[in-house]
């Protein structure tokens, strides 16, 4: 267990001395924020200039969906971008053969990570999100955002042999989540092209409000963890 | 001759990295979603996601290719080469705005937005050079991604809040003078197109001269010994 916390706290002192800590803790409060007060201030504007009754309050629950996923996806990121300079100076290959091992670095580099995002996401959706949430949703949201940003961080790294491949693929990643707006503005079928990706589920399960979404909501994200964990797995051996 | 030649290898250095393939996919994604847009808002759109994305992704990539160069020793070899520092800088910044003016253009013409296309290639090219001798000046001394990322947060506020607001209506006279809304006005052919022209070309100038400054400095101190 040591070894794993010496692991942690390492990630934790890179990132606070790269000064990413403080940011990513201001800019998930700044969106939280913004979410919370901001959206509802443009929607009131919005409406009065277009003289409708709503623009924005059909959206407010796909708002929620980007706070409850601001958190680890930041979070994972940051980790990600770490990782990859860490194999660019063949840091990762060596973690992985001391005491640390190959779990250990992934327990403490994505895991323990993952784990304080999703208990800071569940925080922020019970103070700051627009919408009513029912007991019991907001940590299972909370918990598929988390297992989703694991998955971009693995992504990134896995496809990625260097940083800059690391940075093109970070902003790739980023298609992971257009799965989330699919079902509120695709309303045929067509939404369905995007069902491979665990957002998509996401986003149908808050939507319908029907347990049966959580199934392929789970499955999906631990399909794209599953397949991305052994890329992983191979790149740090 | 040698800014030629440090210019295909930049060029060769993007296409083997994926950013072309990365932002072929990025264009048709782009193009697909403003003709999902109501067509009365496309052309704020399109400005947007052009001035955003392949205009400022200098200031997004420059930091993992210089972090790159500097792992894999190609700034120590430049350093000690006969290549300038200017003709360094002038190589990354043009490689960059070249892949950005091409996707730029293609978004422009697709979302159907371009009135004119000599303002509209000169306000992404010279905007792509500028977000790119901005992300090259904080590049040079950094030494992970997560602190480029992060130091980059001031510069992206700076330039794109004013051009924003301004693309969305908030059109003070003295703000022409601010570079991101030059980049706005040219993409938009606005009626201060042409001195936004002039503007952004010395702001330009300006941020490409202290990038090689600033690189210049970050050469001679090399290998921990400063020169």
């Not at chain 1, 298609?175 to 149908?204: E, I, R, T």
């Not at chain 1, 964990?229 to 191979?234: A, D, G, L, T």
């Not at chain 2, 952004?200 to 001269?209: E, G, N, R, Y």
Request: glycine share 6%; aromatic share 14%.
């Amino acid at each position: 267990m040591k070894p794993l916390i010496r692991s942690f706290a390492l990630f934790v002192k890179q990132i606070f001395s790269d000064s990413m800590l403080a940011t990513i803790c201001i800019a998930t409060v700044l969106a939280a924020c913004f979410i919370r007060f901001g959206i509802p201030l443009i929607e009131i504007v919005l409406c009065s200039y277009f003289e409708r009754e709503a623009i924005l309050a059909d959206y407010y629950l796909l708002f929620d969906l980007l706070l409850a996923l601001v958190t680890p996806y930041m979070i994972c990121f940051a980790s990600a971008m770490m990782m990859l300079t860490e194999y660019d100076e063949n840091m990762a290959s060596y973690l992985a053969v001391t005491p640390v091992g190959k779990r250990g670095y992934i327990l403490s580099r994505l895991v323990f990570p993952a784990g304080i995002a999703f208990a800071v996401s569940i925080v922020l959706m019970r103070w700051f999100s627009l919408t009513e949430w029912p007991l019991g949703m907001i940590p299972l949201i909370c918990l598929l955002t988390c297992l989703l940003s694991v998955a971009v961080a693995l992504l990134l790294f896995s496809f990625s042999h260097n940083r800059v491949e690391g940075v093109a693929m970070g902003k790739l990643s980023g298609l992971l989540m257009l799965g989330l707006p699919a079902p509120f503005f695709l309303p045929s079928d067509v939404q369905y092209l995007f069902s491979p990706l665990p957002s998509f589920w996401f986003a149908k399960l808050c939507m319908e409000r029907n347990v049966i979404f959580l199934l392929p909501a789970l499955l999906s994200a631990l399909l794209w963890i599953g397949l991305l964990s052994k890329k992983f797995i191979r790149k740090i051996a | 001759m040698r800014t030629k030649a440090l210019l295909l290898g930049d060029i060769r250095f993007q296409f083997k990295y994926g950013f072309y393939f990365l932002y072929l996919i990025f264009t048709i994604l782009y193009i697909s979603l403003l003709y999902a847009l109501p067509a009365a808002w496309r052309e704020q759109a399109a400005v947007l996601m052009i001035f955003t994305d392949p205009a400022a992704m200098g200031l997004y990539f420059m930091g993992a290719i210089v972090l790159f160069e500097k792992g894999e020793r190609v700034l120590d070899s430049i350093a000690i080469s006969p290549v300038k520092p200017l003709e360094y800088v002038v190589s990354k910044l043009s490689s960059i705005a070249l892949i950005a003016t091409a996707v730029g253009l293609l978004i422009g013409l697709g979302g159907g937005v371009v009135a004119n296309p000599f303002f509209f290639v000169a306000g992404v090219f010279l905007g792509a050079c500028l977000f790119s001798a901005v992300g090259l000046m904080v590049a040079v001394n950094i030494a992970t991604l997560n602190q480029f990322i992060v130091a980059t947060i001031p510069a992206e506020l700076f330039i794109n809040i004013p051009a924003i607001a301004w693309l969305f209506g908030w059109k003070p006279g003295w703000l022409i003078f601010h570079p991101g809304v030059c980049i706005i006005e040219l993409c938009q052919n606005g009626a201060y197109a042409l001195s936004a022209a002039f503007i952004l070309v010395v702001w330009t100038v300006m941020s490409a001269l202290f990038a090689r400054f600033m690189l210049a400095k970050s050469l001679r101190s090399l290998g921990g010994e400063k020169l």
